[in-house]
């Protein structure tokens, strides 16, 4: 009996896995003379999306409990809009971060509250969560407003900082050695998902996030606090969203209000890409950290190809989101089958 | 109290609105016994369950719990587990997506020094539950892998291991086939030797006469006795059940009618339901009223709900005045001559937010069809014509169906499908909770239609109103027809019949 460990939600794994190692090998055979193969190519996809990660992270945790936020995206338009703003006031880069991480937990308790205690829909109140994000961002400042040396150094300073690494570099045409390098939103990125990974499996809140999420009314009757346990999920949430939303200004350099338009669902797909279920109780951060690497492999690839629109990565996107639907169901109705 | 007493409830009154659902009932476990607790639906079951969990709070009445000084009051499930009552339900009540073992301890899990969740010993703790109960599983599975027993009885073990002296088994057998129940039993019967005490509700009599020791009936809320099982043979028990009082109102006459004679109206063959009804066969005739007894659950609703195209039928065929015919859904039946007056009138029937008129032509309605609307003079006299037959007491025909009392709505139903002027009225209890003026009132009727020339499939928990309005009844038991009874309608038979079994003891 003990040899029958893989079940359904493995082998979704291992498929999300096993596409983004087929789509990454598809990328470097085809595009390989324009570097692809680098691993810097890599590095760069981890790069560009660290504060995606965090962000995808948080929404696992939200959709374990089948619940959503859609006011992720909104809520980074906001969170670079203040930063842009308030260092551009003079205030100063750690200041600025602990106030973007306080609005963060105040943001998810109030999500939170609503969605746990009043049991309203979480769709709706983070859709109200969304609006009112992004309608503050305009309050803020309706201007782009960019982040540069003279408005930060610190943070300029972080943001331009390469950590380079000791393997994997390469020589370019110039016969010069290139070290490959990640910045300092990829070793965010990933402390959090080793951090959520370890949180979902090792600890009692963990285990009562995918409780809640299989059934709210068995996890209610075996004696769990389910209106915490949401309302700590939305917090944890909006918390990651903060940390990403910094990430994402680490990159961007620069506040706007149509900035991050969209970021929640790529968040989303990247989750249920992953394996997350929106019913619950399915899924885990690996998944979803994989998700978001096919995503990102997808915008490289037709970056890299120059030629093709930038809508492609969308239509591609939608493709794999569908085939996912279709394999999760799959899944479903041969449990059902089996058990019957 | 005496000996071995593990709870004793005492006095038990509860009352909601306009109901009085428990009356000084009184309840006693021992140690180490499987106690069935009986009754009809509405006799006040699931409410005393739900004084003992602290769902519901009692307004009068004491509950002792053996080793706690003084009564014992229950706010909440977590309440009840504290002081050793713990209950499984017909759903299973656990996470399918998480590990058997979690299941069993999720919320109390057993910490590492890093306050991180120790999966090892879990892990183990859960195999030895498991093997100990002889269920042979892998625990750190997901309980989806496993069948509905199993959950059930995973269910049964978490409850076991968090110490509880009461389990609480509510229906747990609906949804088991009969290995599983067996399987179930076993793992009873083991309790009930390590001294638990295993309250058992359910609807199947076999299995209460399979597996308790001890029988509590209630009836209206009433307690009726407390009995041990080889002093209340099957008969006896269906006759506390169900009460054995022939009301005394004016008799009804019917219609003698000669069977061999008047035209089949309904003529099923091997007709059934996969799940519900196993394959029946049964003729109508017309002008016939024909009565379905049974115990609930006992499938005598699904009978008619296969016949009317409720649910569909899985195999079988069904004439209908001579002619087959394949009926895929209930407007189908509708427009063979058939109509149903549902159980559930509240949640199938009325239409709390339209008038009373409205209820009454929604059936004819849709009858002909949504595009060709009744012209209002006449929906007004077909309103009116049948609140003066039924005589149904409303301020006036435009008055919303909610403001009339359950009597009145019944009414109204019923008007809704006379006046589609069908053929077969099904009417599954037609006089459920409404007063005796009104109920016979309506079993009059019935009879009168059945004069008429309609045929009528009359449902009802009351054998003495089948017994006055029935030409002939036909007995469900555990979903299948066991039984036409029509020379020797007496309550006696009939009882007999419903109960089954050992017939000897009569």
Known sequence: ?340 | MENNVVLTARGITMTFPGVKALDNVDFTLRKGEIHALMGENGAGKSTLIKCLTGINDFEAGEIHIDGIEGPVRNHSTRDAQNVGISTVYQEVNLCPNLSVAENLFIGREPLTKLHTVDRASYNKRSQKIMDDLGIEIDVTQNLENYSLAIQQMVAIARAVDMDCKVLILDEPTSSLDDEEVEKLFVLMRRLREQGVGIVFVTHFLEQVYAVCDRITVLRNGTFVGEYPIAELPRVKLVAAMMGKDLNDLDAIEKEQIDLDKSEVVIDASSLTHAGTVKPFDLKIHKGEVIGVGGLLGSGRSELARVIYGADKASSGNLKVKGKEVKINQPIDAMNLGMGMLPDDRKAEGIIGDLSIRENIILAVQAKRGMMKPIPMKKQEELADYYIDLLSIKCPSREAKINQLSGGNQQKVILARWLATDADFLILDEPTRGIDVGTKSEIQKLVVDLAKEGKSIMFISSEISEMLRTCNRMVIMRDGEKVEELDKDLTQESVMAAIAGGDKAHE
Not at chain 1, 79 to 88: K, N, T
Not at chain 1, 136 to 151: F, G, K, L, P, R
Not at chain 1, 255 to 260: F, T
């Open chain 1, 1 to 340: 009996m003990k040899n029958t460990k893989l079940n359904g939600n493995t082998i979704l794994l291992f498929i999300t896995i096993a596409l983004f190692v087929v789509l990454y090998a598809g990328g470097c055979i085809a595009y390989g003379e324009k570097g692809f193969t680098h691993f810097q190519t890599f590095l760069n996809i981890l790069i560009t999306n660290a504060g995606l990660i965090c962000i995808s992270c948080g929404l696992t945790v939200v959709m374990l409990t089948a619940g959503i936020d859609i006011s992720v995206g909104a809520v980074v338009a906001m969170d670079c809009m203040l930063l842009a703003v308030g260092m551009q006031k003079g205030i100063g880069a750690v200041p600025m971060i602990l106030i973007i991480l306080l609005i963060g937990v105040v943001f998810g308790a109030v999500q939170g509250y609503l969605i746990g205690y009043l049991q309203i829909q979480p769709f709706i109140v983070t859709m109200a969560g969304m609006f009112f994000a992004r309608g503050m961002t305009a309050v803020i400042c309706t201007d782009q407003v960019s982040i540069t040396q003279e408005t930060n150094e610190l943070f300029y300073n972080i943001a331009n900082y390469k950590i380079k690494l000791p393997f994997g570099g390469y020589i370019n045409n110039h016969d010069v050695y290139v070290e490959p390098y990640i910045r300092v939103g990829v070793v965010v990125a990933l402390l959090v998902l080793i951090l959520i990974f370890l949180m979902l499996r090792y600890t009692k809140f963990g285990r009562a996030l995918y409780a809640v999420g299989g059934s709210e009314q068995s996890a209610a009757m075996m004696g769990l606090n389910v209106k915490l346990t949401k309302l700590k999920a939305y917090v944890l949430c909006s918390v990651l969203t903060s940390i990403g939303g910094i990430c994402y200004c680490l990159n961007t350099m620069s506040g706007s209000v149509q900035q991050a338009l969209g970021y929640e669902m790529d968040a989303i797909s990247s989750a249920v890409i992953g394996g997350t279920l929106l019913t619950g109780g399915v899924g885990n951060v690996v998944g979803t950290f994989f998700g978001v690497l096919i995503n990102g492999t997808i915008s490289s690839i037709v970056k890299t190809n120059g030629k093709l629109a930038s809508s492609w990565p969308n239509i591609l996107t939608a493709a794999l989101l569908f085939l996912f639907i279709v394999i999760q169901s799959i899944f479903a109705v041969i449990r059902e089958k089996k058990k019957a």
